[in-house]
């Protein structure tokens, strides 16, 4: 049987979206200066923010709709991340392989995010 989930930093999804935004963090140094503003900011911004959404929905599983509402917010930022690696690609910012590398990992956080969704009864209590 596995350890118990004392808190969001245990959860697995939560591990592998913040290593993965922490890449993009690393990754987005790398940009040009042009892009401070714009693409940089808001890859590291919608990366960033699956984290503290799933931070957030952890303290309000006392109401399953807000858990499983910040849980949404955390698969819609997933999702505009995966906007922008696009975006990151397709300006000649990343090459194909790491787009590919970190899409599928966002693809695998939406897919956890979405199965703690369906069993948001497990996680949450009243």
Known sequence: MG???????DLSVYQLAFST?????????????????????????????????????WYKRRYPAAFICKLTDSISEAAETQTWLEFSLN??????????????????????????????DSFCYK
């Open 91 to 120: 300006c000649n910012y990343i090459d194909k392989n790491k787009y590919v590398e970190l899409f599928e990992k966002y693809e695998h956080i939406i897919a956890q995010l979405l199965t703690m969704e369906k069993k948001s």
């Open 3 to 9: 350890t118990a989930i004392k808190s969001f930093r």
């Open 21 to 57: 935004a922490m890449e993009i963090f690393h990754l987005t140094k790398e940009f040009p200066m042009e892009e401070k503003y714009s693409l940089t900011d808001q890859i590291r911004r919608a990366s960033r923010s699956i984290c503290s959404n799933i931070a957030e929905g």
